[in-house]
């Protein structure tokens, strides 16, 4: 992701994040609406932390495209919810991915563990736990919710 300080921030970097964060999931969400069967299909979108927080100022275009996903996924939820199809999301906070390893410096990593409560950064397999949740029987009643995965970093 491009990091630049709002004044700076290009129009091309905007609307490509807002392309790749926001349009790929209305644009997937519409291509499956025919697909999904009644009673009982699940949509589930990926947004963020930074949807809730504002995000790192260099990434506001990257916050706001997240928070419009995790609104989107609320509208939506109203949308499929005639047909029993549940549109929910999961916010992750800090994943160790690629990305960090390769492009956050150690010490920031670690200034971030030192204020997660469960004491550690998130794997993708955190992640998938609360998708596989969300894709089961026991979350057949919850639909345009937003499950936080982030170890604590952020609670309101």
Known sequence: MDGHPLASLP??????CLGVNLKSVFLCTQAAWPLLPDNGGRVINVT?????????????????????VSNFTRCAARAFGPRRITVNGIAPGVIYTDIHKQGTPEAKLK??????????????????????????????????EIIEVNGGLRMD
């Open 11 to 16: 129009e091309e970097a905007w609307d490509r």
């Open 48 to 68: 963020s932390i930074s949807a809730r927080s504002g995000g790192d100022p260099t990434a506001i275009h990257y916050a706001a495209a997240k928070a419009g």
């Open 111 to 144: 200034q971030i563990v030192d204020i997660v409560p469960l004491g550690r950064l998130g794997v993708a397999e955190d992640c998938a736990g609360a998708v596989l949740f969300l894709c089961s029987a026991a979350a057949e009643y919850i639909t345009g």
